[in-house]
């Protein structure tokens, strides 16, 4: 596609569940981030992917938060035993080799942990 | 670490009016400056970008500048109209990673 793909748009789930979001970056682009927007709020830093380069994980808040990518392809963030606090709306974006490249974003995937 | 601040959090103007969103940041060694819209409920779209040897960029009615040497981004909207109202963002590319501004909500009434 042409641009940053989430999926799915919106989860329900219950607390203690697991979830799993998904981003399909735009074609070449080696960069890949995840960013986490309460509602009311700006956005928080979850973890970068560079290329084969070990990713970036500082701004994950804790150790139920997981992410994985595949090659320069699709990332999966995982979040594990759900709590409310982790209701947000969960931001991909991709950007081409190197830094400082422009960001593209995704649509989010919006999470709701009842 | 980077520290940004944007002024004002929150802005109401009528419909033509020019305007400046303001953002500033505590680390001048950046790679380039992002302005960002978002819509309720949506995702970032970009709507300009300024590499760090650059001073301004302008699309449209847009026009943002960079002066690192004072820390600060302006964000500069020419006769805004009511399609213009959205939350701007300022971000900075460090070392790595982008860091945002927590954002200006714009509203323009027609």
């Known amino acids: 596609g042409a641009g940053v793909s989430q999926s799915p748009s919106n989860k329900v789930t219950e607390k203690g569940k697991d979830v799993e979001l998904r981003c399909d970056p735009i074609s070449g682009h080696t960069a890949l981030y995840w960013y986490r927007q309460r509602l009311g709020q700006g956005l928080e830093f979850l973890i970068y992917?560079?290329?084969?380069?070990?990713?970036?994980k500082s701004g994950l808040p804790s150790d139920r938060f997981s992410a994985e990518r595949t090659g320069e392809s699709v990332s999966t963030l995982t979040i594990q035993r759900t709590q409310q606090e982790d209701s947000a709306v969960y931001l991909c974006a991709s950007s081409p080799t190197g830094v400082g490249r422009e960001l593209f974003f995704g649509e989010g995937s919006r999470l709701t942990v009842l | 670490k980077q520290e940004v601040t944007q002024i004002p959090a929150a802005l109401s103007v009528p419909e033509g009016e020019n305007l400046v969103l303001n953002c500033s940041f505590t680390d001048s060694a950046i790679y380039n400056l992002q302005w960002f819209r978002q819509d309720p409920g949506k995702g970032l779209t970009s709507l300009l970008l300024?590499?760090?040897?650059?001073r301004e960029q302008t699309s449209g009615r847009l026009n943002a500048s960079l002066d690192k040497s004072s820390g600060r981004s302006t964000l500069y909207i020419a006769a805004s109209q009511p399609g213009d109202s959205a939350t701007y963002l300022c971000?900075?590319?460090?070392?790595?990673?982008?860091?945002f501004g927590t954002g200006t909500r714009l509203l323009v009434s027609p």
């Open positions: 300024i590499q760090s040897s650059q």
């Open positions: 971000a900075f590319t460090g070392f790595q990673k982008l860091v």
């Open positions: 992917f560079q290329g084969n380069s070990a990713p970036d």
